[in-house]
């Protein structure tokens, strides 16, 4: 007889007893974790599983688990009204998304390699016949060999989220369109704005060139003026030294000293006249050159008011904080 036998057996008996309770405990709250972490998940996305057919053959009736959110989202109730097939989900897809969305589920599941993303947005028939759009991400958990094993994934809701980038879609295209029709007219006006200006600033060089020639008519005239008074003084001194027989011709040497003197006069009002317009002109052109500096300013103010008016847009639709295909 072996002694202590009987109360040894009972001992380690009662050890295994307490690891078995302590090791389901632990599985118990792993399991209630993993519920809880599963159920907060399915709170804001719709929830999906299946397990890859043997054959690799995706049918109609092709066997899905679809959860209790994905059926609410489509506003279907149980499995009776949603059965838990691939058919419930893919007849239901828009007739312009379905062969894009079976293709992009096929390329994922056959990239053993599993760089291939399942991440798509597509439109879903609801029960009530609407329409909606829908961001779905698929997941996949292969064998060593890369073979599909199970596929699990989720469904969001994006319909308000699609809608509001349609509009800020729109609204960008309009505002650019809106933009070019303003850029195409400014540019018009600028362009005849510039003609104009190009245009004044030679006409107000041809002036210039001309009140020039005029100062040198005017000199010439002025110099025969000179040359005149000077014949007239002579013939005066000519016709005192020949007394009575020169008086007539005294006469007519005034006529011509008075006529020389008036032309003098003119001369230098011409001259005076001649140089008031040669300083306007000069200040005509110096303000066409400043015209043209203004039109230069207004030219680089457009380009940069639209490049503001552009990259504003481009914040405005990145902080939309929208979601695109492929995006984890």
């Known amino acids: 007889m072996w002694p202590f036998s009987r109360s040894s057996g009972v001992s380690a008996s009662r050890d295994k007893e307490v690891k078995a309770t302590a090791d389901n405990l632990l599985l118990k709250e792993q399991l209630r974790t993993a519920l809880l972490r599963f159920e907060l998940a399915g709170k804001s996305e719709a929830l999906w599983d299946m397990e890859y057919p043997k054959d690799g053959q995706l049918l109609p009736d092709t066997a899905f688990w679809w959860s209790e959110q994905f059926r609410k989202l489509l506003g279907f109730r149980d499995e009776h009204d949603f059965p838990n097939v691939l058919d419930s989900w893919g007849s239901r897809l828009h007739p312009t998304d379905k062969e894009r969305t079976f293709a992009a589920f096929a390329a994922h599941l056959q990239d053993r390699s599993g760089r291939t993303p399942y991440a798509i947005e597509y439109q879903l028939q609801l029960k009530s016949g609407e329409y909606r759009w829908f961001l779905a991400r698929g997941y996949t958990m292969r064998d060593s060999s890369g073979k599909p094993l199970r596929v699990n994934g989720s469904l969001r809701d994006i319909h308000a989220d699609k809608l509001l980038n349609e509009k800020l879609t729109a609204s960008k295209e309009e505002l650019q369109s809106g933009m070019s029709d303003v850029r195409t007219r400014m540019a018009a006006l600028l362009g005849q704005a510039v003609a104009t200006a190009d245009s004044t600033n030679s006409k107000m060089s041809r002036l210039g060139t001309r009140s020039l020639e005029i100062r040198k008519v005017n000199t010439v005239i002025s110099?025969?003026?000179?040359?005149?008074?000077?014949?007239?003084?002579?013939?005066?001194?000519?016709?005192?030294?020949?007394?009575?027989?020169?008086?007539?011709?005294?006469?007519?040497?005034?006529?011509?000293?008075?006529?020389?003197?008036?032309?003098?006069?003119?001369?230098?009002?011409?001259?005076?006249?001649?140089?008031?317009?040669?300083?306007?002109?000069?200040?005509?052109a110096s303000a066409v050159q400043h015209f043209q500096q203004i039109i230069q300013q207004i030219e680089l103010i457009q380009n940069q008011l639209t490049a503001a008016i552009e990259a504003q847009t481009t914040d405005v639709a990145q902080a939309s904080g929208l979601h695109h295909p492929g995006s984890f």
């Open 223 to 284: 110099e025969i003026a000179q040359t005149s008074n000077l014949l007239a003084l002579n013939a005066m001194i000519e016709a005192a030294r020949a007394g009575e027989l020169g008086s007539g011709f005294t006469v007519v040497a005034e006529e011509v000293k008075r006529l020389a003197s008036r032309t003098s006069a003119a001369t230098e009002d011409v001259a005076k006249q001649s140089h008031a317009i040669g300083e306007d002109i000069s200040e005509a």
